[in-house]
């Protein structure tokens, strides 16, 4: 169990339940970041009484420190201060719960400093995921995914002495709030009919993505970095209850699941005990109460961001960095009401088609995939 934690994203939905958790354990927040809620943030800091807090921007942070200026708490803003909350000296895990692009660098500096890493932002490892892992066995950091998704392959994984008996994973999927929807239904959806996710309660950003099945294929993506399988090994089954949060087939046929209430409390508390558990304030499951539990192919025509994420995926290089910037700025544009629910997939797939494809990039060359995509996006939406 860690006994000190840095938090990337607190004011968010990962950031919130990781703090709840914290509240009931003996560990010690040492930094805190966010983007621009500046109240939440000092209530938090009130609370934990971290030794940096930062936030995404000067004008928050400078609010921020007015707001807490009796404490001794130092204040920064921007992707500098990010880093520093990843690679503190005091900090024995980071639990990157930012959403974007943003958590690249940071993340890395927490590898760099051989930290645990309680990964929560599936950017990293999609635009960067080859780059990441390596570095990641240089330094000997360790990487615990907190998405319920993953956190369930970690958990069937621990029963499993040699990787080769794997056949594949099989990520579910909730189908999100248009399950079951043909393509005319959903020609004239709204971003409130799309924010209605049916059994988690996420970030705007992350809920778009449910709805379209691009959150499924980025974490198809994620699946293949983490367990180092390819994409053929990586499989997705529509789940509507949300009870069974991934499983694991192996070559024998046998398949284990990991099964629980949809709650991550339960996923972020195992990064930070791991290898032990502990008791954890979220609900039992009652398997005789919990209804049956089904599931179904995943309809990649009516929803084909999941069909274009695996072809990226099997592409690999700046592609997924080109699809992952592209979807952000396409989702921004939707939630602002100036695209349309289907132009997503649209923008997102010529984006892939247009931008120049490296086979394999530096550091430098995925951040440039992702610049030239948002700015391609912005250019013809």
Not at 73 to 96: D, K, R, Y
Not at 138 to 155: L, M, T
């Amino acid at each position: 169990m860690v006994q000190s934690v840095s938090i990337l994203g607190s004011t968010g939905s990962i950031g919130r339940q990781a703090l709840d958790i914290i509240s009931r354990m003996d560990v010690r927040v040492v930094a805190l970041t966010a983007g621009t809620n500046v109240e939440l943030m000092a209530q938090q800091c009130r609370q934990f009484r971290p030794r940096l807090a930062v936030m995404a921007t000067e004008e928050a942070s400078d609010a921020l420190a007015r707001q807490i200026s009796d404490l001794s708490i130092c204040v920064m803003w921007g992707e500098e201060g990010l880093i520093q909350a990843a690679a503190m000296e005091e900090a024995q895990c980071v639990i990157t719960a930012v959403v974007g692009m943003v958590g690249l660098r940071p993340t890395l500096a927490a590898i760099q400093a051989g930290k645990r890493i309680g990964l929560a932002n599936k950017e990293t490892l999609v635009c960067a995921g080859e780059l990441v892992m390596a570095e990641a066995e240089k330094y000997g950091a360790q990487i615990i995914p907190v998405d319920s998704e993953h956190s369930a392959i970690f958990q069937c994984l621990m029963g499993v002495k040699d990787p080769g008996e794997v056949k594949r994973l099989i990520l579910t999927c909730s189908g999100g709030p248009f399950y079951g929807m043909s393509r005319e239904q959903l020609t004239n959806v709204t971003k409130a009919d799309a924010l209605k996710h049916p059994n988690w309660k996420m970030g705007a950003k992350i809920t778009i993505d449910c709805a379209t099945l691009m959150n499924k294929g980025l974490e198809v993506i994620e699946a293949m970095r983490l367990y180092r399988l390819p994409v053929e090994q990586v499989d997705v089954a529509i789940h509507r209850q949300s009870i069974v949060h991934s499983m694991v087939e192996l070559v024998d046929g046998a398949v284990m699941a990991q099964l629980g209430v949809p709650d991550m409390r339960l996923p972020i508390q195992l990064a930070l005990t791991y290898p032990q558990r502990t008791a954890c304030p979220v609900e039992g499951l009652d398997l005789c109460k919990c209804g049956p539990l089904t599931f179904a192919e995943p309809d990649m025509e009516d929803f084909p961001c999941l069909a274009l994420a695996r072809r990226c995926a099997k592409l690999g290089g700046t592609a997924c960095a080109v699809m992952n910037g592209a979807n952000e700025e396409a989702v921004a544009l939707f939630l602002a009401d100036k695209i349309g629910f289907y132009e997503i997939y649209a923008l997102v797939c010529q984006a892939v088609d247009q931008i120049p494809y490296v086979a394999a990039p530096t550091l430098e060359q995925i951040l440039e995939a992702d610049r030239l995509a948002r700015a391609y996006v912005r250019d013809h939406a």
